[in-house]
């Protein structure tokens, strides 16, 4: 009997084949969007967050300035070198310590010229930020000592200047300071922020200091602490280091800032979380319309097959048995819809995060949720039509014109 009465309703749906689809429709695109929107929101989080993991290893930046009024804080003092030291000699939970300072130049090679900024620092300054030399090789201790005006080229700066030419071992220009490059990084790309990763060059930190800067401060001390479990610890360790050495006393605002890009990364993640929810809650409103639409069109069909339900009921069909026949017909539609708005929504979101350079991740939950929720929607919406038809009287409905 139950077989029966899904071949009936089945087939009822087949005989309007044009309103099944119209009423499907609103059930497609509601799905549709709820897994677009949720699939592009983790695919922003996980954009976010390879990026950041990018940027380097456990990385903690210390610069000058309280955290309130930002690192650019004019009254804040300067960073030096021996902070650097310091922290690599004496906190135990970092591993890599890279005291760094950059500025703007103007770039020049033959008749080539290009705006870039110039990094000085040390070779942890690749292992902390996550840079490997792609050619050539990194500062030699004399370099590094001895202030030798030498550079590794990031893959912007080296494409830009060179193009399909060989870098390594030419003299280049940077501002006023004639400069040889020993090596060439390997592309990082841009980040989520549109920031070009690649744009830069790096010298040893003396050379830059004394050729560049004409000053021996130091713009920010980049650290990699030994493992993600010892992050926390060793911000900790930093800042008190930092000011016994910055002589604040207890109970003052640090003149300094630690950032953990762990905790930016956390926040961020739990900003594109929310984000993601809400979009997703907004797209499940047309998964309501769409119900909605499915509940107009059964009461519709209860209208127009009223006298077909009368003589079914005359000859000995229960209630029940209608009752059934169209809560599937209404599951049918919703459950179809669901179907389609998969593939949709899975569509367009890859065709989205293709365009935007995201990654793309199926999200099984999420579809096993709106299928689930859309045949929900035909049970919900589809029960008072089919109520509707299983309580007609046959009397009154073999009469109904």
């Keep these: 009997m139950i077989w029966a009465t899904i071949v009936m309703a089945i087939r009822e749906i087949r005989r ?24 592009l929101g983790r695919a922003a989080t996980a954009k976010i967050t390879a990026d950041i993991a990018n940027m380097g290893t456990n990385l903690l930046i210390i610069s ?30 970092v591993s890599k310590v890279a005291p760094t300072a950059s500025r703007g130049a103007l770039i020049v ?21 996550g840079f490997t030399i792609a050619k050539g090789q990194s500062f030699s201790d004399a370099q590094l000592q001895g202030g030798t005006p030498v550079c590794i080229l990031g893959e912007t700066v080296r494409k830009e200047l060179f193009g399909p030419q060989d870098a390594i071992g030419a003299a280049i220009r940077v501002g006023n300071v004639s400069c040889n490059v020993v090596g060439i990084l390997a592309s990082k790309g841009q980040s989520t ?20 800067a004409g000053s021996n401060d130091v713009g920010a ?60 809650a907004i797209a499940g409103v047309s998964l309501l319309v769409g119900g909605i639409g499915i509940m107009n069109i059964m009461l519709v069909s209860v209208t127009e097959r009223t006298r077909e339900i009368g003589l079914r009921l005359a000859i000995g069909a229960r209630g029940a048995e209608v009752l059934m026949q169209f809560l599937i017909e209404a599951v049918a539609l919703s459950t179809l819809g669901g179907g389609l708005g998969i593939v949709f929504g899975l569509a367009i979101s890859f065709a989205a995060t293709r365009a935007l350079k995201m990654p793309f991740a199926l999200a099984p939950d999420i579809m096993l949720i709106a299928v689930g929720f859309s045949a929900t929607i035909g049970v919900g919406f589809g029960f008072f039509p089919a109520r509707k038809a299983a309580r007609l009287n046959p009397i009154e409905a073999l009469r109904h014109e």
């Design 16 to 39: 309007n084949t044009m309103r099944s689809v119209l009423t499907t429709l609103g059930i497609v695109i509601g799905v549709g969007s709820v897994i677009a929107m949720v699939t």
């Design 109 to 129: 090679y033959g008749n080539k010229n290009w705006s870039s900024t110039v990094t000085g620092s040390t070779n942890e300054y690749f292992a902390v930020r």
């Design 193 to 212: 922020f549109g920031q070009d990763q690649d744009d830069f060059l790096v010298m040893p930190l003396s050379a830059f200091q004394r050729r560049i």
């Design 221 to 280: 001390i980049f650290v990699s602490a030994s493992s993600d479990k010892l992050t926390t610890k060793a911000k900790q360790q930093i800042e008190a280091l930092m000011r016994e050495r910055r002589r604040i006393a207890p109970g003052q605002a640090n003149d300094f800032a630690v950032q953990d890009m762990k905790e930016i990364s956390n926040t961020l993640g739990s900003v594109t979380g929310a984000l993601t929810a809400l979009l997703g």
């Design 64 to 93: 000058p300035g309280s955290e309130r009024r930002g690192p650019t804080s004019a009254s804040a003092p300067a960073l030096k070198v021996d902070d650097a030291k310091a922290i690599e000699r004496e906190v135990a939970a």
